[in-house]
């Protein structure tokens, strides 16, 4: 009985009064959870020990309507009489008060009456004996017609022994008893007692009696704030805290909204008026966009009612203006309200919220936490909001508004755009994810139902994972799909042909149409400053061999004008490979480590796996092997290969060519062992890739297997009648291994033909073709040839082709027999090789410093492309080559034999002149260079 004690005086006072023959009334009222229930109960404990006959009774919403059913339960107490028994039983049957009560017409008056004073009678039989106490629980909900029987008492009681003690909620909507109320408290006896909720003093001394007043203090504060000093919140609260950490702060939301606490909370919303439960599990719903006039929408109720149930719950602690006081308290309510009213009501505040202009973020939260199914109206409304989390960077936000979006779509042709916007949305976080949309936007495609511009995103991801036959079918039918006005989509339309030209040129042979449709004029402004328009004009004018400025700028403008996102990413892309193109790599490379920066910080490793690759390919156009091997490899980490699809041989053919110039062919070796699909040769990459392992072949010493991806190369780009002069040199590569077969007049041709049809601007085509020309020609010609190559190389940023040329034309100055020129430069090419990493040509440079020049002044440059006469590997035949080459890797004789086929006996011969050609007397003696000349038995 915390500060409960000036209202038990007041009990005992007036039951001292009723024992001396003064009745009275005691109506207590006060909030749910305060204790009402337990003070009458306590006072009719006391009452009894006195002697008083004690009739009590509870009202319910349940048995509201029930007549006389209060009266039936007070009067049980003096049913034992034989005399009252029948003629009450009578009286209270149902049937019999309907009409004398609640139709109260004049001919039943007397019925009424003759009620009245036989259970006047029964009462005032006991107050000769003893004094009668009756208590009415919960009056608020008793029947009307005991109502009408107790104010009929009330009248009559003030001289007798008799006490009225009835309870009520505090701020209960009375309407239905305004007049019972009215009527009772006219009477001069009866007296109102209040019980507030507790302060916090009270609070501390309640959990003072269990917890000792140093616990009490340091909880009564927290305990107060959440509780609002309820009574009944204040003891469940104090029980979870006791079962769950006892000792420590207050549990968690979670953990109160489980326990005894959130128990308490529905318990006390249950006891009041069915519309204050309404508006508290409308207020749950709602959250932190609760307010009385939105709670009125939702429940279709006039506000006045909302406010007045709003001051009861905040009477009650639960509330605190229109939000609970304590989030443990929202979430145990939450828990108890219907999914399907959860999810009406948040439906109809997105919607009240969407009607009043709401900004649409908060719409789109209320639908998102409603779930689906969502009206068609909210199609929109996510649709953008997932633009706005894209923006953001939060990828899952906007995933889950475009499922929803999706879910609530009824046209199926907006389904098909939004599942096309889901698959590229997952793209950038698995590259794989979108697998499992491409069965509807099929199906959508087979009934026509895709637009141009989304049947094209279809289009790149099914060839991004070698879906060729597909990707034929959709370019077939391509015309007949559905066309768009809207100028961005415009743009992808004229952006999808220069992409297949650049990615898929035999696709973009097969079907000229598409190339068409990219190539028509464009007369709106709108369209010509979309960026997958501007991208498709920049790669265009790099396939049409344009360079120079106006490529890098117009380039730069589009990177620097767009946001990177799901539309502007193949743009992107696109302009990074024509910069590549057109020779501008120290442009690209900037850019492009910027874009690295920018994926991570979206928290897109697909994206970020798609720049590193490009990052690698312009590393190692720059003849930055470490950079290449390096990105290559963070590209194949962020997206394993499976993931990659068959666009993934783009950075496994960079780090392929990277690992075998850096002279690491041991770990070439396990990339090329990996298995190729035969759809990669239909791309761009499978041509690097053909390049690529043709090196490495190259590299071993495997010079038919390396002629045969060469030629299967240039066949391949000769079909689609596409020549990449800058990225794809391959009549060089070709050149390169005619010259190690000793066929230098083939050799020569190649190289002339590359020089004929590679225009003037593309410095490193022109630097490399002249190196090769000049390894290809007469001894006597080759310094000319290098030192122009070399300044060809200059103007550009490859520092590999450069040091291989520098290299060449120390050999050939040695050749020519001027030795200081040959040191100069060959110092030269060493510090570009060191640079590059490349250690298979830092070691031929290396031989030519070490020594004295003197020894190889001889015919220049040999017919392979790096070695002259004075080369002493020159000396050496084939067979001897592959000897010592094996040898110098610590091979035993017998070993070497079984490798190449040949006798034990062979092996030594082998050796011995090899020995005498390099004037030296054992294997570990062997120079270095002859690594590189590792072959088969082929």
Known sequence: MVEREHNV?????????????RGGILVISGPTGTGKTTLLHTFAERCLEADALVMCATGSLVEQALPFGVLDQLFQSVSQYAEYNERVVELLDVGAVTGSLVKESADRAEEVAELCRTLSAAVLREIS???????????????????RALLFLARRMKFTRVLLVLAEQDHHPH??????????????????LRLPTLTVHGVRQLLGEELGAEQAQALAPDLHAATGGNPLLVHALREDWMRIRPGTPLPSDDQLGCGAFGEAVVDCLHRGHPLALQVANTAAVLGESSSPELISAMLDTDVEGVRHCIGTLNSTGLLTGWRFSHHAAELAVLKQVEPDTRRRIRIRMAARLHEDGAPRQAVAQSLITAGGPLPAWSVEVLRRTAEDELSLGRIDAARQCLELAHGASQDIREQGALTTLLAVLEWRSDPSAPLRRFPMLRESLRHGLLSQSDAAIFLRLLLRHGGMAEAEEILARFGDLTSSDDPAELGEIRFLGRWLEGSHPRLARRFPAIGLISAEPVNSMSVSVSP??????????????????????????????????????????????????????????????VLVERSATFGAPTWRAVFCAKRAEIALCQGDLSLARERAREALQHMPQEQWGISGYAPLAVLLRATTEMGRLDEAARLVRQPMPQS????????????????????????????????LCG???????????????????????????????????????????????????WGMGLGVLAAAGEPVDRPALLTRAAEELRASDDQLERARVLADLAYAYTGARDIERARRTGEQALDLALRCQAEPLVRRASLLLERDLAEFLGDGIPADGGQGDSDPLAALSDSERRVAALASQGNSNRQIARRLFITVSTVEQHLTSTYRKLKVNRRAELPSGLENFVVDSA
């Open 532 to 593: 997958h328009y501007q991208a498709a004009e920049v790669l265009a004018a790099a396939l049409a061999d344009e360079c120079g400025d106006t490529i890098a700028n117009r380039a730069e403008q589009l990177l620097e004008s767009c946001p990177l996102n799901d539309s502007t990413l193949e743009p992107f892309i696109v302009v990074l490979c024509a910069l590549i193109h057109a020779d501008r790599t120290d442009t690209a490379a900037s850019w492009c480590d």
């Open 175 to 192: 309407r239905e008893h305004s007049v019972f109320r009215a009527e009772l408290f006219r009477q001069p006896h009866c007296r109102r």
């Open 9 to 21: 005086r007041i009990m005992d006072s007036a039951f001292q009064d009723c024992v001396e023959g």
């Open 680 to 711: 990669v040769l239909e791309t761009r990459a499978g041509l690097h890739y053909l390049q690529a392992r043709g090196h490495y072949y190259l590299a071993r010493g495997w010079l038919h297997t390396a002629l045969n991806d060469f030629q």
């Open 129 to 147: 004996n003893r004094p009668v106490v009756l208590i009415v629980d919960d009056v608020h909900y008793a029947d009307e017609s005991s109502l």
């Open 715 to 765: 066949e391949l780009m000769s079909e689609w009648g596409v020549d990449l002069h800058n990225l794809l040199c391959w009549r060089l590569d070709l050149a390169r291994v005619y010259l190690q077969l000793g066929q230098a007049d083939r050799a020569r041709a190649l190289a002339q033909e590359h020089l004929g049809q590679t225009p003037a601007p593309y410095t490193r085509a």
